[in-house]
């Protein structure tokens, strides 16, 4: 198992950090997370159709470019380190991965190539659904109420649940019936919405894959994006360190600065551990994730577990080292706490994933 990027890797890493320093720079990110949608449209729209991230992890078969995960969690990384706000992680890490492990190639060709190409977001719906068989189709109920992107996806990628089976509908978010109401919560670099099903009607043809045999996919899928969480968790933490070490070297304090007070300076040093240990968790996970091997569930979890602690532990660390200045508005210091603190329990705590990694190792 390679844990190295290539050169052609590193090479997608550094444009995406040049770019991102332009379109996602402090001011770009508080500009976009101010407006209806969250995320700057020019800016998604050049991801897509000119950069072609959107379609990295997404097989040539589909429209897309066809790499890997590997590369995927290395743009991860760039874009939790510039609190990127954009659908990427609904559309390309929740719903794309949902309807691959899905297994059903009519339902990839009609939904992967939009995707791939930026022309359409989409959104994976993991929970509060119900189907029940009405004609010859489905009719869907229930209410989900933290979706990722929820409000303005194009696709719903649906797993409800029938008489116990779990089964996947790709469901256009334009559906009769479909109601979104957008959340107000912590971490207004990223969106939620509740998403209620009222009798929403589909055909047969909206399955994706067998009838009552989604949950596999589904698990697959939600690993996936565990593993793409803890990737962009060790981005931020990486930039919390930085705007630490930055800020310690800068402020005066007693006539010296105090980066050279050694209080000052072991907690930098444990948030360097941190980060690098989170790294070498997320990059194990991209492997596994890549080589498709059994032990994903495992590195998932332990990926999510570390990840989620390291990037919490970092954002309150640097708040403190900044001081009073750390919980103004002006400092970025307060967004990476944000984030972190949300996407922490996002897709299952610390305690879960423990929880998760005990039972397995136990058998």
């Known amino acids: 198992m390679q844990l190295a990027f290539t050169e052609e890797q590193e090479e997608l890493r550094r444009s995406a950090r040049a770019f991102l320093a332009e379109h996602a720079s402090s001011e770009r990110v508080r500009a976009a997370m101010a407006t209806e949608l969250g995320w700057d449209a020019d800016a998604w729209k050049r991801i897509g159709a000119e950069l072609g991230w959107t379609g990295v992890a997404i097989p040539e078969t589909y429209g897309g470019v066809g790499l890997g995960f590997v590369e995927l969690v290395g743009l991860l990384e760039e874009m939790g380190e510039a609190l990127l ?71 719903l990628v649906v797993a409800a649940d029938a008489d116990g089976a779990c089964s996947l509908f790709a469901v256009p978010a334009s559906a009769r019936g479909v109601e979104r109401r957008p959340h107000a919560t912590m971490d207004q670099t990223r969106r939620f919405a509740a998403v209620t099903f009222r009798g929403v009607e589909v055909g047969a043809d909206a399955l994706a894959g067998a009838e009552g045999q989604g949950a596999d996919a589904l698990a697959r899928a939600l690993d996936l994006a565990r593993v793409a969480i803890a990737a962009e968790q060790v981005g931020g933490a990486q930039r919390c360190l930085d705007m630490a070490v930055g800020y310690a070297q800068e402020r005066v304090q007693f006539g010296r600065p105090i980066g050279s007070f050694q209080a000052i300076k072991h907690k930098c040093a444990d948030m360097m551990v941190a980060v690098e240990s989170a790294r070498s968790a997320a990059y194990w996970s991209a492997c596994v994730a890549a080589e498709a091997g059994p032990e994903l569930p495992l590195a998932a979890s332990l990926a999510k577990a570390w990840c989620s602690e390291a990037y919490f532990r970092c954002a309150a660390d640097a708040l403190q080292i900044h001081g009073g200045v750390g919980f103004t508005w002006e400092y970025d210091v307060h967004l990476h706490l944000k984030r972190a603190r949300s996407m922490e329990q996002f897709l299952g705590s610390p305690a879960w994933h423990r929880e998760r990694v005990a039972a397995r190792m136990l058998g």
């Open 85 to 155: 706000c954009a659908p990427f992680f609904a559309s390309v890490c929740m719903a794309a991965p949902a309807l691959l492990a899905a297994g059903d190639s009519a339902a990839a060709r009609e939904w992967l190539p939009a995707i791939a190409e930026g022309r359409a977001t989409a959104t994976l719906v993991a929970s509060g659904a119900r189907a029940r068989r009405s004609g010859a189709g489905f009719a869907l109920e229930g209410e989900a109420r933290l979706v990722l992107d929820g409000h303005a996806a194009d696709l």
